[in-house]
């Protein structure tokens, strides 16, 4: 299927990339400018910003509450953004439409980007989140079931290292893992996966800026080789929660979040991959007012119902 009218007609009117290294100040401002007015977004029961008081320190927690009960599943979503770009506001409306389509409390985190940030920093903060939510149950209303991690781009690189790890660490809180396009190997030789030369240009993210994009957070010490850098290269994957992945046919990332899903299921694991046809890397951020892929919230939601 060719790229969605929708998205290659916003792709041919973004400006041409600006000569020179990127600037992750300067990028965050723009990106930031562009969030909707309180007034516009999505309503909800309560949306409230708190600091999370963890293990790997304060953390900015923003709760989405869909509607008034006595108790909720838990969600706790990681924001994509390439490890250094995203926030709390950037992605308020990914993390309101969860709230509102799946009934779950969402714990959206403001963990820490890099280049300010070292490698692990921001992966510390989400694995904290998630450990602070289940000993805070009582205060959140938490239901004691549904505690699922999800994410977008890098943040769904968080969220499945962040499974692995409570996994490793003998954590069996989290139920669900449910990553959108993730990034899973941080190795970008085109030779890996032939998305990454399919949808190499013209369809938004494009393979050669993958390497500049996310070298603030290999240069910061993230290994490509560490299975909790890129969760594709871990050799083990039985034991980890039931999988949600969705790809999108036109970006460079889809055979490694595809691959991924294949390996969890020859591992026994409950996995199910989702391609979005017309799709390119960022849909769910960008596009996800357009119905057939505002469906994938719906599809988060069906999922969560069958574990």
Known sequence: MTLHPEIAKFIAGLPAHA???LVPVAMRAGDEANVPPLDERLPLHAVDDVT?????????????????????????????????????????HVARSLAKETGLKVLSVGYRLAPEAAFPAGLDDCYAVVRWAAEEGESLAWDGTTLAVAGDSSGGTFAAAVAARAHDDGF?????????????????????????RENALGYGMETASLKPFNAFY???????ADP????????????????????????????????????????????????????????????????????????????LGRH
């Not at 869909?66 to 950037?90: M, R």
């Not at 069996?172 to 990553?179: D, S």
């Not at 290999?218 to 490509?224: H, N, R, V």
């Open 172 to 196: 069996q809180g989290i139920t669900h893992q449910i990553l959108y396009y993730p990034s899973l190997d941080l190795d970008f030789d085109t030779d890996r996966y032939a998305s990454l």
């Open 52 to 92: 999370a008081r963890t293990a790997a320190g304060d953390v900015p927690v923003r709760i989405y509450t869909p509607a008034e009960a006595d108790s909720y599943g838990v969600l706790v979503y990681f924001h994509g953004g390439a490890f250094f770009l995203g926030s709390l506001d950037t992605h308020d």
């Open 228 to 303: 909790l850098v890129s969760p594709v290269k871990r050799t083990d994957l039985t034991g980890l929660p039931p999988a949600l992945v969705v790809t999108a046919e036109h970006d460079p990332l889809r055979d490694e979040g595809e691959l991924y899903g294949r390996r969890l299921r020859e591992a026994r694991v409950d996995a199910t991959v989702s391609r979005y046809e017309g799709a390119g890397h960022g849909f769910v951020q960008h596009f996800s007012w357009i119905p057939e892929y505002h469906r994938v919230f719906a599809e988060t939601r069906d999922f």
């Open 19 to 21: 000569p020179g290294p």
């Open 218 to 224: 290999l240069d910061s010490g993230a290994d490509p």
